[in-house]
């Protein structure tokens, strides 16, 4: 299994501000997501990231609050742009599914408060 | 597209007595199928999954789990509770085909009383 570290493991932010999550993993991996967690909710996707092009969003994401990056198989970043109280969520990078039933391994999170 | 529902967001148990957390799936083709487990301010850990190999499925710290295709449910047991199962449950569904990412259930809070 994969062994995903995530920084900062937890951040306190005043609206308006930006801070970006770094995930790394040790070993080359071709398929990375970002979830979010909002107090006491299950997961949502927010997004695909992509190795060498631009992440793929879901539904009510966009790449101007979350900007993405994946410079390479084992790193990603997730920005958390212009932030409001709303984005207070734990927020998880994942790797895995890369084929069929592949089990997808998660980093412990990064636990934002933003006052 | 797939969905997940888990009937019961807690769930509350004696220990020693029998855990179920019920999960249903929908889904136009044969899906993949797991359970997460989250302790208190901890990440997701992998408890079982189901990629159609066997239906009844066994995974960590005594848990199990059995894919009925005509009730399109898996539903997670473990026969006796302990204490330290007290946590958050996710049940998860990904395809094979496009989206890889998992979809997933709301969660089920299980409490044990001792």
């Known amino acids: 299994s994969a062994v995903i570290s995530q920084k900062p493991s937890r951040d306190i932010c005043q609206r308006g501000t930006s801070l970006t999550i770094q995930c790394q993993v040790d070993?080359?991996?071709?398929?990375m997501f970002w979830y979010r967690q909002q107090p006491g909710q299950s997961l949502t996707l927010i997004a695909t990231?992509?190795?060498?092009?631009?992440?793929?969003?879901e539904s009510g994401f966009v790449i101007d609050k979350f900007p993405i990056s994946r410079p390479n198989l084992t790193f990603s970043t997730l920005t958390v742009s212009n932030m409001s109280p709303e984005d207070s969520s734990i927020y998880l990078c994942?790797?895995?599914?890369?084929?069929?039933?592949?089990?997808?391994?998660f980093g412990p999170g990064t636990r934002l408060l933003v006052l | 597209a797939q969905s997940v529902t888990q009937l019961g967001s807690h769930v509350s148990v004696s220990e020693g007595a029998l855990v179920l957390l019920r999960c249903n799936y929908s889904?136009?083709?044969?899906?993949?199928l797991f359970w997460y487990v989250q302790y208190p301010n901890q990440g997701l850990q992998l408890l079982l999954k189901?990629?159609?190999?066997?239906?009844l499925v066994k995974g960590i710290n005594g848990f199990e789990a059995e894919f009925k295709k005509s009730e399109t449910s898996f539903h997670l047991t473990k026969p006796s509770a302990h204490m330290s199962d007290a946590a958050e449950y996710f049940c998860?569904?990904?395809?094979?085909?496009?989206?890889?990412?998992?979809?997933f259930g709301s969660g089920t809070r299980l409490q044990v009383q001792p």
């Open positions: 994942s790797v895995g599914g890369g084929s069929s039933g592949e089990t997808q391994y």
């Open positions: 070993s080359q991996v071709t398929m």
């Open positions: 990231a992509n190795q060498g092009s631009e992440a793929t969003y």
């Open positions: 889904s136009s083709v044969p899906p993949y």
């Open positions: 189901y990629t159609s190999a066997a239906t």
């Open positions: 998860a569904v990904s395809l094979d085909t496009g989206r890889r990412a998992l979809t």
